[in-house]
């Protein structure tokens, strides 16, 4: 299926957020995900399921100093 994902349309055969990240091999520690500009909560993220033309932004969070 095709979704966007931060700005890019992408083919991806993830069912949710939590297989999305998985299969992208991300580091779920610092990230926050928006889908269809909504902020889902980690806990979250393998009930919400992806749909055609979903968009999904991944965001990190870095400290620094």
Known sequence: MEITLNGEV????SENIYD??????????GVVILH???VIKKELWSR?????????????????G
Request: hydrophobic share 35%.
């Open 48 to 64: 919400s399921n992806l749909n055609l033309k979903d968009s999904v932004e991944v965001l990190y969070f870095v400290s620094g």
């Open 10 to 13: 992408k083919k991806v055969e």
């Open 36 to 38: 269809n500009d909504e």
């Open 20 to 29: 999305l990240i998985k299969s992208l091999d991300l580091d779920s520690d």
